[in-house]
């Protein structure tokens, strides 16, 4: 099955606090274990690679009926359901939702206070749009739709320039990667059109020990490239006594040009261009920050007496 949304884990997290003093990670195999969730469920990541979902869940399930005065923290990493919490679980409810929680004044009062401090149109409160979403879900959430816009926009500027400006950009994204050292020595021209399938060549290294040859195709995107292309590429890297070799392209490759380089006995790595856009944002290359937004978590080191 899926993993809960944070709400619906409100109920079992308070069912669970009400027993005694716990924490997240005890919690969350004891609800993994009730919802027969697998081990692959368990160990999912948060897009941000910084926290297991189930983790995530339950810890702004706890947050939130901290809030509400269902639960109490009586010391560090630590909760337990309150008086409160104990008199809620005695009425047998069904569920335990935001709107559960709105029947407590100092949940109102902090959720006021949360909608009073953000002038963002991303949801950063319990009712907001995305209410089955914890907040590190919905910054994950904003994050993807940004970073496939940026893509769809930095391939489409790509395809406007000239093919000379794409090589370059190629040249650029390698360097970045930490190919070739120096930007000045970093690609030499092989020839112009019909040299036989090499755009460049590259060290892989800065001092030269292995070199790099760089195929590049910029292609609409409904132009694919096949296994010939690729295969001439290859042919190209034989003729120049070459073991390794780059095909970028701004579209994509069939399935027999990926099948075929799977088994030579050169090292072919074949980038399409949504593999490109990635390296490209990931390197900063034809990218720059717009804007950065810091997310910070109390350091509970500092709160230790000695």
Do not use: C
Request: no cysteine; proline share 5%; aromatic share 6%.
């Amino acid at each position: 099955m899926t993993i809960p949304d944070y709400q619906s884990l409100m109920l079992p997290v308070l069912r669970f606090a009400a027993q005694g003093e716990t924490k997240v990670p005890d919690i969350a195999e004891l609800i993994a274990d009730e919802l027969g969730l697998t081990q692959t469920e368990r160990d999912e990541i948060l897009p941000s690679g910084r926290q297991r979902i189930l983790h995530n869940r339950i810890h702004w399930a706890k947050f939130y009926m901290g809030k509400a005065g269902l639960i109490d923290s009586p010391s560090r990493g630590r909760f337990v359901a309150s008086a409160e919490g104990r008199k809620l679980l005695a009425g047998n409810p069904q569920s335990i939702d935001v709107e559960t929680l709105r029947a407590y004044p100092a949940f109102v009062q902090f959720y006021e206070a949360s909608r009073a401090e953000t002038s963002s149109d991303l949801p950063v409160s319990p009712s907001a749009q995305e209410a089955s979403a914890t907040p590190e879900e919905q910054i994950d959430a904003a994050q993807s739709v940004l970073h496939a816009a940026l893509k769809a926009d930095l391939l489409q500027r790509i395809l406007a320039q000239s093919p000379t400006f794409f090589e370059r950009a190629i040249v650029d994204l390698l360097v970045a990667m930490g190919y070739g050292g120096s930007h000045e020595d970093a690609a030499r021209r092989i020839g112009k059109s019909g040299d036989g399938g090499i755009d460049g060549v590259i060290d892989e290294d800065r001092l030269g020990l292995d070199r790099i040859y760089v195929q590049a195709k910029r292609y609409a995107v409904h132009v694919g490239v096949g296994r010939p292309e690729v295969q001439a590429f290859v042919g190209s890297l034989v003729g120049n006594g070459a073991s390794k070799g780059v095909f970028v392209t701004t579209s994509s490759f069939s399935a027999p040009a990926a099948d075929f380089v799977r088994h030579l006995p050169q090292r072919v790595i074949l980038i399409d261009g949504d593999r490109l856009a990635d390296l490209m944002i990931e390197h900063g290359v034809g990218v720059r920050v717009a804007r950065t937004v810091e997310v910070k978590r109390l350091d509970e080191d500092f709160f230790v007496e000695e």
